[in-house]
């Protein structure tokens, strides 16, 4: 593999490895840090009953989406700036940091007003227009694996991002971390098959920490029944995160109710990943 394609997130060794600082834990180092909430911000009321049993079960970042146009444009696309005050509010009243997603250069400035994190979601994998903005807007950004993308493009999909050259007038973000949400395949039990081979390829290659969408990386009826197993595998495997989508009523979410958790299950699941953190030298 041709690392001079990736040259500012490959490793300069064994040992390198990048830590990003989310305010109250790090990622890239010994804990495993656990992003959690809704699909979509759909009212004050419900992201911060979100917020609060998420906090209290032991996560570390409150997710949930502002702007959310779907496959098919007959739907909610979301309540824009309303949404991200909301969420702003409800992360600073249980003291949690928020992460939303941003889909176009315009609406960059307002995520990263309201936002601690900024999600490119896997739609924007290889929007390179999009990635080279974000060193206008330095705070640590996510970006998720393209689900057709392979791990060279994964890489570059991260340089992109990090590049700088300011005789291009680019400035580079160097908070970036990835997300592996799954991938297409032959299977057709679940909307996507999550590749957790993407994670020890990925840190192979990268000192970029990584986590596992275990909800996107599976989707669809009846596969909520997996994220234990899955959630228990990232760790084991060497993921510095994971994200899962909660809600405290998850059969009236407006998006993803199949693979949408309560905040019971969600409780349980941070539970069962607990001994494996343990056992590999993470703490939850």
Same mark, same amino acid.
């Given at each position: 593999?041709?690392?001079?394609?990736?040259?500012?997130?490959?490793?300069?060794?064994?040992?390198?490895?990048?830590?990003?600082?989310?305010?109250?834990? $790090?990622?890239? @180092?010994?804990?495993?840090?656990?992003?959690?909430?809704?699909?979509?911000?759909? !009212?004050?009321?419900?992201?911060?009953?979100?917020?609060?049993?998420?906090?209290? *079960?032991?996560?570390? =970042?409150?997710? *949930?989406?502002?702007?959310?146009?779907?496959? +098919?444009? &007959?739907?909610?696309?979301?309540?824009?700036?309303?949404?991200?005050?909301?969420?702003?509010?409800?992360?600073?009243?249980?003291?949690?940091?928020?992460?939303?997603?941003?889909?176009?250069?315009?609406?960059?400035?307002?995520? +990263?007003?309201?936002?601690?994190?900024?999600?490119? @979601?896997?739609?924007?994998?290889?929007?390179?227009?999009?990635?080279?903005?974000?060193?206008?807007?330095?705070?640590?950004?996510?970006?998720?694996? $393209?689900?057709?993308?392979?791990?060279?493009?994964?890489?570059?999909? *991260?340089?992109?991002?990090?590049?700088?050259?300011?005789?291009?007038?680019?400035? $580079?973000?160097?908070?970036?971390?990835?997300?592996?949400?799954?991938?297409? &395949?032959?299977?057709? +039990?679940?909307?996507?098959?999550?590749?957790?081979?993407?994670?020890?390829?990925?840190?192979?290659?990268? +000192?970029?920490?990584?986590? %596992?969408?275990? !909800? &996107?990386?599976?989707?669809?009826?009846?596969?909520?029944?997996?994220?234990?197993?899955?959630?228990?595998?990232?760790?084991?495997?060497?993921?510095?995160?994971?994200?899962?989508? %909660?809600?405290?009523?998850?059969?009236?979410?407006?998006?993803?109710?199949?693979?949408?958790? !309560?905040?019971?299950?969600?409780?349980?699941? =941070?539970?069962?990943?607990?001994?494996?953190?343990?056992? =590999?030298?993470?703490? %939850?």
């Amino acid at each position: 593999m041709n690392t001079n394609e990736f040259k500012n997130i490959a490793k300069k060794g064994p040992d390198d490895r990048t830590a990003i600082d989310l305010g109250p834990v $790090g990622l890239g @180092g010994d804990s495993f840090v656990i992003f959690a909430g809704p699909c979509r911000v759909e !009212s004050r009321t419900q992201i911060m009953e979100a917020a609060q049993g998420i906090k209290e *079960a032991g996560g570390h =970042v409150l997710r *949930a989406g502002a702007f959310k146009p779907c496959t +098919h444009p &007959h739907c909610d696309w979301g309540r824009g700036e309303t949404a991200l005050r909301e969420l702003r509010e409800a992360g600073d009243t249980y003291q949690i940091p928020v992460i939303t997603e941003a889909m176009s250069r315009s609406q960059l400035p307002l995520v +990263h007003e309201y936002s601690d994190i900024i999600q490119i @979601g896997t739609r924007n994998a290889q929007n390179y227009e999009l990635l080279r903005e974000l060193g206008e807007y330095p705070k640590p950004t996510m970006l998720k694996r $393209g689900t057709w993308m392979n791990l060279r493009e994964t890489l570059c999909q *991260a340089e992109w991002a990090y590049f700088a050259d300011p005789a291009r007038g680019v400035s $580079g973000n160097p908070q970036i971390f990835m997300c592996e949400r799954g991938s297409v &395949h032959f299977n057709d +039990h679940m909307r996507w098959t999550l590749d957790l081979a993407m994670i020890p390829s990925f840190k192979q290659v990268s +000192h970029l920490p990584i986590i %596992v969408d275990i !909800s &996107h990386g599976t989707g669809g009826p009846g596969n909520t029944a997996y994220y234990r197993d899955l959630a228990r595998a990232a760790v084991a495997v060497g993921a510095d995160g994971m994200m899962v989508e %909660v809600h405290p009523d998850p059969a009236r979410s407006m998006s993803d109710a199949d693979q949408t958790i !309560s905040l019971k299950e969600f409780a349980g699941l =941070v539970d069962a990943i607990r001994p494996v953190a343990a056992a =590999v030298g993470k703490q %939850v």
